[in-house]
């Protein structure tokens, strides 16, 4: 099983430019999760969504964009990318089932590096 | 809001040694708990869980129980080994719904021969 796909694995952009990061996930999955790690500050939320063409703003959504117009896809754009936004980001999707104890499942991250 | 507070790494121990790594959080209500494990270059996976006050979550030699008294989900193991060297996150589950997580800052283990 694939599980929770994450595409780039890595990349580096320059200041101002603009990408798209690409998660997919196979399990038919609900709910739907971006983060971004940075060192000492463990998982933050960026964006979230909780079916298909429904999204909204996390803990720290300033600067990303996302759009989920299939269910099993969610995508995070960066419109112009900043130096900040060098981080690494992970996708996670959760069964919707009884919310309250559904455990999220993470792809492998994509590592991102703005210069 | 929620919070999540972990102990602070590194945490250095020798292989078969007791692990034990601590957790408290504020949550409004009961919160279902988590810990999550981050092998080098991995994503993260679920380690173990709870749901309700004095559930005991377990996996892989390691077990946590919800304290709801001191709010409260310390992680521990009796004897570890090097290959449970990693970084381990406590993530209470927010009250707000949509399944969202609340991360601690993570915990690296690094256990040695």
């Known amino acids: 099983n694939a599980g929770v796909t994450q595409t780039p694995k890595f990349r580096v952009l320059k200041t101002g430019q603009s990408m798209t990061l690409l998660c997919a996930q196979d399990?038919?999955?609900?709910?739907m999760y971006w983060y971004r790690q940075d060192p000492g500050m463990g998982l933050r939320l960026i964006h979230y969504?909780?079916?298909?063409?429904?999204?909204a703003k996390g803990e720290v959504p300033d600067g990303y964009n996302v759009s989920r117009l299939k269910k099993q896809n969610f995508l995070l754009g960066l419109e112009s990318a900043a130096p900040s936004q060098t981080s690494v980001y992970f996708c996670?999707?959760?069964?919707?089932?009884?919310?309250?104890?559904?455990?999220?499942?993470f792809g492998d991250g994509t590592r991102l590096s703005i210069l | 809001g929620d919070s999540v507070t972990q102990m602070e790494g590194p945490v250095t121990l020798s292989e078969e040694a007791f692990l034990t790594i601590n957790c408290t959080y504020t949550?409004?209500?009961?919160?279902?708990l988590f810990w999550y494990v981050q092998y080098p270059g991995e994503g993260l996976q679920l380690l173990l869980k709870?749901?309700?006050?004095?559930d005991k979550g377990s996996n892989k030699g390691f077990e946590a129980t919800y304290r709801k008294e001191t709010t409260s989900f310390h992680l521990e193991k009796g004897s570890v080994q090097v290959s449970d060297s990693a970084v381990y996150f406590c993530?209470?589950?927010?009250?707000?719904?949509?399944?969202?997580?609340?991360f601690g800052a993570g915990t690296q283990v690094v256990v040695t021969p």
């Open positions: 709870a749901t309700k006050a004095d």
């Open positions: 969504s909780v079916g298909e063409g429904t999204t």
């Open positions: 993530a209470p589950m927010t009250t707000d719904s949509w399944g969202k997580l609340q």
């Open positions: 399990m038919n999955h609900e709910y």
């Open positions: 949550a409004t209500g009961y919160p279902s």
């Open positions: 996670a999707s959760s069964y919707r089932g009884d919310y309250s104890n559904q455990p999220q499942h």
